[in-house]
Structure formats: C-alpha cells, structure tokens
C-alpha cells in the first residue's frame, strides 16, 4: 500500500503533537487521520479522551481520502505534506419550532428575542426558547421582511415591510408588552422586499419590486410627511386605513432594471444591493451615487456580508452560493462558489464570530452550514423543514434559525469547536 509523509499541526496547544513527519497510507481518511492524532495524544498523556479531529491542507478541509484529494488539488505526493487538524464541529441541533399560519419570509433576532415577519400579514415576537410573546397585526398584506432598529429594557423599535407598498415603524414596549405603530412609510410604487437598518439605528434602506431602494430615517418624530397621492389610492381611504404618521424617504437610488431582491449596509455609508437584473450593485449613501457593480449571470436572490471576512455572499436562482469582494475593480470576479444546494438558494447569513462559516437556505427545503474551506461539500445539511426554506438567521449566541413555507421557523443550537473559537 502506498505510503506518505505528512508532518501534522494544530493551533490548539491542548491537542499538539510532535512536530516530525509520519508515514501514513496514501488511502487514510479523516477517520484514519483522527485515530492516528489520538493515539500520539494517548501516548503523551494517558488519561485523553477520544476527540473527533477535521483535517486541512493548503487551508481546504479533506473530504475523501488523501491521495484523491491530493491527485484534485495537483499536491505532488513525493513531498512532506503539511496536515492541519483542528475539533471537529458538532452538528447543529434542532431545538424548538415557532408556527405562524402562513409562509415564514424573514427572520432576525437579538440576544433575547426572535422577530418574525410572515405572509399571514403579520409579524411575531418569540422568546429564544419559542414562546410567543406578541402577535402584531397591521399590514394588509403579505410581511416581507423585518427588522430591529433599536433595542433597550425600556422599549424597541422594529421596522416591518409589506407586499402592501408601505413600511411600518413600531415600537414595542417589552415590559408592558404593548406594540404601537410610529410611522407608515410610504413611497414604494411595488412590494417592499427588503428593509436594512445603519448600525447607528439611525436610517434604513428598502428595496422593492419597484426597482427603487428608498434610504428613510429611523428615528421616531411626531410630525407627518406629505406623500404625493398617486390617482388609483382615494386619499380620504389612505387616511382612515393607515396606521401611523406618514413618512417619506429621504433619497431614492434608482439604477437596477428588475426587482431588488436584498439589501445590506456593507459600512456607515455604504449599501450593497442585490437585484433580479442579476447584479449586485454597491452606493454611496451620502452621494446617492454608485460606486460598483458586480456582475453575475443569473438573479440575486439574497446577499449577506461578513465585516469578519470583508467578503459578500449571494444566492442565486441556479443554486450556488458565491462569495465576492464588494471593493473589487473587477466585478465580474467571483472568489468562490459553494455548490450543493439543487434549488433556488433564498437566503444566506455569515457566523457573526467565525469568519469562515456562513448558513443558507434554499427551495430545496434544506438549510446548509458552510465552511468556505470546503466549497465542495457543506459542513452539515439540516432538514428539518417540511416545505421551501425562505430565510435564515445566526445569532451571537450560537443560535441558528430557519423559516419557511412549513409556517415553521426552527431553531438550531450550534457551538463551534473550543479549539477554533476566535480562529
């Protein structure tokens, strides 16, 4: 059997062992390689438990056996090869499930509650162990997208966007458990799709079926904007329906050709937006001019940006996940494609805490925990919705969370390995 010499490393101290190369068959796979990390450990020190190690080389973890994956990344096999190993991360469990009677279309959520926004027009407030805490009724139609604006004991403000064309700003007094309307944004000629709050909490960007992304203020006043009356809405009925002062937007960004589909502040001033016309462009708030475009052959479905990798990832309707650098000069240039998914990829979501992982979710009715070292294959499928995944979220705190057209929105413990924590 064909041997190779491999040399093998680790950051974790705790599971270190001698830095010398090893003869180990060519045909050895991860579970070869981790029995081989155990009994060197063993050797040191007689009390070790069994560990389950991952294996990198040239920073892409190893899923098949190593001279095949040597033979694909062209790895010249008479070489010492260099090994990393780091814990293996333990799969994702499903917790609770949270019911709405309708399709779930966004998620996001704090260190103490879920919001959640659905096409039974409403949107709700869970408790991170899935209890409901409020119900809030106010669109008259479907709940597109939700958000929070501000978070504090007293009171939050929370932001909802309808298929109904309007915004609606909340405030939600927790203590009490009481939820008013503030303002109704109204602007959008089509569906508001996606809404995304400044870090300051200050402004907010929407993005619609119209084409248009509107930048509005966050901030509560109690005075009313004029909005201009188009001849199809009768006024007086606008007026008697509405909930909240009306609001206008302070800037409207027009350039995409088809709807916008997602949006981000990729910094303070600075917005990335994803749209059907199968490009991603990237604004300057202040200017309200464009500063890229990224280019892509197929609609965006959604983007979500990592300040840990400085890298943006979308999905798209023929099912890859691809990672981009929104300051490139070359916009055409994808970084990485994460192939797995055999539907239309809705939704993805970086680890707020590890710069390599990032979750999506997809028609497929799966959600995939990546590893961009390993684009091949994800580190774990989690299915179990029942029906189209429609979005995704990933709290601080390890939590995973998915919603769909199920009605439900799981959440999914997940804790990265001690070893690679902070990685």
């Given at each position: 059997m064909a041997q190779l010499q491999a040399r093998f490393h680790t950051e974790n101290e705790k599971y270190a062992v001698d830095n010398v190369p090893f003869s180990i068959p060519a045909t050895s796979e991860i579970t070869d390689l981790s029995n081989i990390i155990n009994k060197l450990l063993e050797a040191k020190n007689e009390d070790h438990k069994y560990v389950e190690f991952d294996f990198l080389i040239k920073?892409?973890?190893l899923r098949m056996s190593l001279a095949k994956h040597m033979e694909m990344?062209?790895?010249p096999t008479e070489e010492v090869v260099e090994i990393e190993y780091v814990e293996k991360y333990t799969?994702?469990?499903p917790e609770e499930y949270m019911l709405h009677d309708d399709w779930i279309s966004s998620v996001e959520a704090t260190e103490e509650w879920i919001l959640t926004g659905s096409y039974d027009k409403t949107l709700r407030i869970w408790s991170l162990e899935g209890k409901p805490i409020i119900a809030i009724a106010g669109h008259i139609e479907a709940v597109k997208d939700v958000a929070w604006v501000k978070k504090d004991s007293l009171s939050c403000l929370l932001l909802s966007a309808s298929m109904d064309q309007t915004m609606l700003l909340w405030e939600w007094n927790a203590e009490r458990n009481k939820m008013k309307?503030?303002?109704c944004c109204r602007g959008h000629a089509g569906s508001v799709d996606c809404i995304a709050v400044n870090s300051s909490g200050t402004k907010f960007c929407s993005g619609s079926w119209d084409k248009m992304l509107k930048i509005w203020s966050a901030v509560p006043t109690d005075e009313e904007d004029d909005v201009e009356e188009s001849a199809d809405r009768p006024r007086k009925k606008q007026k008697t329906d509405q909930l909240g002062l009306t609001r206008t937007p302070i800037v409207t960004l027009s350039g995409h050709n088809e709807a916008v589909s997602s949006v981000l502040w990729s910094?303070?001033?600075e917005i990335c937006s994803a749209s059907w016309d199968h490009t991603?462009?990237?604004?300057d708030v202040e200017t309200g001019g464009l500063k890229s475009t990224l280019t892509g052959n197929k609609v965006f479905n959604c983007i979500a940006y990592s300040p840990l990798c400085r890298r943006l990832a979308s999905g798209s309707t023929d099912r890859h996940i691809r990672l981009w650098d929104p300051?490139?000069?070359?916009?055409s240039l994808v970084l990485l494609s994460l192939t797995s998914?055999?539907?239309w990829v809705t939704s993805v979501k970086w680890s707020p805490a590890q710069e390599q992982q990032l979750i999506s979710g997809s028609l497929d009715n799966l959600v995939k925990l990546w590893d961009t070292r390993s684009c091949k294959a994800p580190l774990y499928d989690l299915a179990a919705h029942e029906d189209k995944v429609l979005c995704v979220d990933w709290t601080e705190a390890g939590l995973l969370l998915s919603g769909g057209a199920d009605n439900k929105l799981y959440s999914y413990r997940y804790s990265s390995s001690a070893s690679d924590v902070g990685a």
């Open positions: 920073s892409q973890f990344e062209n790895i799969a994702p469990q309307a503030l303002h910094d303070t001033e991603i462009r990237v604004w300051r490139t000069k070359d916009g998914h055999t539907g």
